[in-house]
């Protein structure tokens, strides 16, 4: 049990430090590690259990608590927490000193995601090729309508209404639990990343409140459909999901400025250097994977010997 606690623990820390950085998710992370699904049927029965208490349901509130992984979900949200608190400052100065060849070492991990999403398809046929290239190109497009991604590219509001905490709380949790796009990266686009970094700095209850809030209806609501999707139609939700990893390549893209701009520019400085990083990512989140798949087939095997 201590062992899959800390393991667990672990994959929050790389989901956490994955959520950092815009253009990547902890949701990316959570597929390659393979514990998605386990992770979205974990948050949906969790809000199923806060619909029916909010229902007066005291017995279907302890029936879905019951149906959370709760030794998957604590230690995850422990190394989520302490991803953020110790990295965040690191990788932010990390994506401005050495833009292209963070970006590029970024790139890499989500190419190898796909590669690893793409052998999880129980049958991959035209049509999941035809809706992954399909969702890519939309979200390519969508990525490119602001010209960057970061406070000085993307205009940020100014004073919004407590409304504007609430929807971007919703949309940005979303984000996170789904790969190929982040969180931060959608509160950038939406002109909040700024707002709400202030509201924390200020220790703005109000408009902290509202975000919250919408944090938590948005997962709730959200949960629940991605949960039913892969359980009735895995491959077409998988084939999305790959799609999504395809379309943050536009973020990810080394030139110009790494992560900070959506424009596309052809390679330019040390164009070796982001090669090997592309390639260290491809092959780390290979590993990563390689070596998940097996702890939990040891654990598998464990669990058949009690």
Excluded: N
């Excluded at 619909?51 to 992984?69: A, I, M, P, S, Y």
Aim: glycine fraction near 12%.
């Amino acid at each position: 049990m201590l062992r899959e606690f800390l393991l667990s623990v672990g994959r929050g820390f790389a989901m956490g430090a994955a959520d950092i950085v815009p253009g990547v998710s902890g949701g990316t992370i959570a597929l390659v590690l393979g514990i998605y699904e386990r992770f979205v049927a974990s948050i949906r029965a969790g809000s199923s259990a806060i619909g029916h208490l909010l229902k007066g349901d005291w017995r279907g509130v302890r029936r879905w608590l019951g149906e959370v992984e709760w030794l998957l979900i604590i230690p995850l949200g422990i190394g989520v927490i302490a991803a953020i608190l110790s990295l965040a400052h690191l990788i932010e100065q990390l994506l401005h000193d050495e833009a292209v060849a963070m970006s590029a070492l970024f790139f890499g991990l989500v190419a190898g995601s796909i590669v690893i999403a793409w052998g999880m398809l129980k049958r991959a046929t035209p049509a999941h090729i035809a809706i992954a290239v399909g969702v890519g190109v939309v979200l390519f497009m969508l990525l490119g309508l602001r010209e960057g991604t970061s406070d000085d590219t993307v205009g940020q509001m100014s004073e919004p209404m407590l409304w504007a905490f609430f929807g971007s709380g919703a949309l940005a949790i979303c984000a996170m639990i789904l790969p190929g796009i982040s969180g931060s990266f959608i509160l950038v686009m939406l002109g909040m990343y700024e707002p709400v970094l202030s509201a924390v700095t200020d220790r703005d209850f109000a408009a902290l409140g509202a975000f919250t809030l919408g944090a938590i209806v948005g997962l709730a609501l959200f949960s629940q459909i991605l949960h039913w999707a892969l359980r009735h139609h895995h491959d077409v939700v998988l084939a999305a999901l790959i799609g999504l990893m395809l379309g943050s390549f536009r973020v990810l893209w080394p030139w110009p400025d790494g992560v900070e701009s959506t424009a596309l520019h052809t390679p330019d400085g040390d164009v070796v250097l982001a090669i090997v990083a592309a390639a260290i990512g491809f092959v780390a989140v290979v590993i990563l994977s390689v070596v998940a798949r097996r702890l939990e087939s040891v654990d598998h095997a464990d669990l058949a010997d009690t």
